[in-house]
Every structure is written in C-alpha cells, then in structure tokens.
C-alpha cells in the first residue's frame, strides 16, 4: 500500500492557470507538509500543517494555497502560474513532535510554459 | 546563513572504497537528523536517523552526531554502484516540527 501518493505525477500547464496537486496519506500521520525540489536538487520547505497550526514559509507566494479536507489530505493549489514555479512538487507526512521522519510522495513534476 | 549546509560535491569514490558525507547546521536548538537517498527522478528515501550524539551503524551506513560541533556525518562503506545517488541531509527542529533540507551531495561509485 502506498504511503503517501499524490497526484498528478506530470502537470504540465501554461502560464496564468490555476492548478491543483492532490496529496493523500495513509500512515496515520498528524502532520503534512509541501516541498519544492528545484533543478538543483535543493528541497525548500514551502507548508507544514496539522490540525491546529499552518506554518508557511514566509518566501512562498501568495499564489500557493494549501487546502486541508481532512488530517489524511493536504492538497496543493497555485493560482496564476508562472515559469519560475516549474520544479518537482513533494507531499510529505510525518508524526508530529516526536523524532518521527518525513515520509515522502512520489512527486509531482510540473512545467509551466 | 543557511540553516542546513552539505558540500555539494560531486563526490566519486571507485567500488568498494568507504564514501564520507558531511552535514552541518545552524540552530543548535535542532532535535533530530535524517540522511536521504535520493536517486534521479525518484523521491527521497530514509537512510538513517540519529538523535544521539556518537555513531549508529546500520548494515555498510554509519551516521555520526556532534551536537557540540553541530556536525552530522554519513559514512558508506563498501560503496557500490547502486550507491550512485544524491544524499540529502536532513533536520528537525524541536518548534514547529519543521525539516530543513542540505543542498545535497551528489555521489558516483565507480566500478
């Protein structure tokens, strides 16, 4: 069974769309986050949340949203894409504040063009 | 100043010999340490976690903590080729349970 999936593993879109990126996991887990993997291979945390507290990387623009039905989902919105937010998406769980690690999703790559 | 650095590398080291990796960070109020294997298009995979200082060895893995030097170390012995991969390091800090990522360090076995 997969641990944490997300989807769609390709997006590609023009730019000014708004997109979606799906993320799911089954591990029990209080505690999901959002990467971005640039072309250097440098994982930048942009979201942490759980059900109490959202914690975004003061550097993320305001055109990411994360959206959060359930403490198994948090999924990714971008609206008014642009170039520069072409990079390889990462949904992650992990359990809270213990010394659990971060599990990771498979990834989502997403071109803007 | 970044709160995780990783030499960059690439690092090649032939079959067989010991790969060493080397992590550092920045808040010493940091609570936990993760090594990733990451091979190109995949996702990153756990290796090793420590939260000790002193080593912890895991099969050919060695993880090394100093919490007083804020060095965290990796050491791979009896590298293989399938070793070939970018290895992130990771912390976790004790607020906010967020994990701060190295640039990674890309390395090449050599057969």
């Known amino acids: 069974d997969t641990a944490v999936s997300q989807t769609p593993k390709y997006l590609v879109t023009q730019m000014g769309n708004d997109k979606s990126i799906k993320c799911e996991q089954n591990l029990g887990h209080d505690t999901m986050y959002w990467y971005k993997q640039d072309s250097k291979k440098f994982l930048k945390i942009m979201f942490s949340y759980n059900n109490k507290e959202l914690i975004i990387n003061e550097t993320v623009p305001n055109r990411f949203s994360p959206k959060s039905p359930d403490k198994a989902h948090l999924n990714l919105h971008i609206n008014s894409l642009e170039l520069g937010d072409s990079a390889v998406y990462f949904c992650?769980?992990?359990?809270?504040?213990?010394?659990?690690?971060?599990?990771f999703g498979n990834g989502t790559r997403l071109t803007v063009t | 100043q970044k709160e995780v650095e990783q030499n960059s590398g690439p690092l090649s080291v032939p079959e067989g010999a010991i790969a060493s990796l080397n992590c550092t960070y920045s808040d010493r109020g940091s609570q936990s340490f993760f090594w990733y294997r990451q091979y190109s298009g995949k996702s990153p995979e756990l290796i090793m976690s420590i939260y000790s200082n002193g080593d912890k060895e895991d099969g050919r893995f060695t993880a090394q903590l100093n919490k007083a030097s804020q060095y965290v170390s990796l050491l791979i012995r009896d590298s293989q080729p399938s070793d070939s991969a970018t290895y992130l390091c990771?912390?976790?800090?004790?607020?906010?349970?967020?994990?701060?990522f190295g640039t990674g360090t890309s390395l090449t076995v050599i057969p």
């Open positions: 992650a769980s992990s359990q809270g504040q213990g010394l659990s690690p971060l599990h």
């Open positions: 990771a912390v976790k800090k004790w607020t906010g349970n967020q994990f701060y």
